[in-house]
């Protein structure tokens, strides 16, 4: 079982666990609580929750399992712990205004650690079941779909080459959104008017497949090459963002307008409005 790791959910950490074995990922249910229901005491909502569950006879409080993550005081603590699948029935017993979205980030988490042993098709019908009931269009959810399995090839290539997760990850992401676009993630994001939303989930379908090019370019010269450490990784990043950023300028002079712009897909013209 791989160690605890923080995921984030507006800017809200989830503490989880990615169960090698039994391919899953393990959330703790009482920060799921403290994200959905924003209540001062979520400890306290979950036991009476729990309570409440088993009074009407539901007997999911009693299959989820527990493990042991790190608290704040650094120390580690038994603490419930909820699958993906058993969250979403979770969440049903939860009055919240962010189940949606906090289903379309759960779908996200299990879309991102996706591989041949396990069975993608459900976690990608979830997936574009949420984006469809967030308004985004057909067309534009087979990119984001795609954009999320290229993504993992490429941190895939990176872990292989002993870069190291979060940082550096950050690092070559920026390097490559720098190069193909002009624009790093941060100025990016600024760019769009975006703060805690997702810059992919916001991104035209034109800048996705320009993304998802500069990232499957370098995921492909990794393959390639005997690529090792940041360093090395840092190069290869250019090259391949570079690739996209050809095809950017080429695209802009055929049509004449900028492909970066400051709209994001779920304005009107860019996506089904419900």
Do not use: C
């Not at 459900?122 to 009931?133: D, F, G, V």
């Not at 290229?150 to 690092?171: C, F, H, P, Q």
């Not at 005997?226 to 802009?252: D, F, M, N, P």
């Amino acid at each position: 079982m791989d160690k605890n790791k923080i995921q984030s959910f507006e800017n809200k950490k989830v503490r989880s666990i990615w169960d090698a074995e039994k391919e899953e990922w393990f959330f703790s249910v009482v920060d799921v609580v403290a994200v959905l229901t924003d209540s001062p005491r979520p400890r306290k909502y979950w036991n009476a929750l729990k309570t409440k569950l088993k009074e009407e006879g539901s007997e999911l409080s009693q299959e989820l399992g527990q493990l042991k993550m790190q608290s704040d005081d650094g120390k580690y603590y038994l603490t419930d712990v909820a699958t993906a699948k058993q969250l979403l029935r979770l969440i049903q017993s939860i009055p919240s205004p962010k189940a949606e979205p906090f289903k379309l980030w759960l779908a996200q988490i299990g879309s991102e650690r996706l591989d041949s042993s396990q069975n993608p098709e459900l976690t990608i019908e979830l997936a574009m079941k949420q984006y469809k009931q967030l308004g985004y269009s057909d067309e534009w959810i087979n990119l984001r779909l795609q954009s999320i399995k290229t993504r993992k090839e490429l941190t895939d290539e990176w872990n292989k080459s002993g870069v190291k997760e979060n940082l550096e990850y950050a690092i070559l992401t920026n390097i490559m959104s720098k190069e193909w676009s002009g624009k790093t993630i941060a100025d990016y994001k600024k760019f769009k008017n975006l703060k805690k939303e997702s810059l992919r989930d916001n991104m035209t379908s034109l800048e996705l497949v320009l993304n998802m090019l500069a990232e499957a370019t370098t995921s492909e010269i990794h393959k390639n090459k005997k690529v090792e450490g940041l360093e090395q990784s840092k190069v290869v990043a250019k090259q391949g963002a570079g690739v996209a950023k050809t095809a950017r300028i080429a695209t802009e002079k055929l049509t004449g307008k900028p492909v970066v712009n400051s709209k994001n897909a779920k304005l009107p013209g860019n996506v089904k409005q419900e």
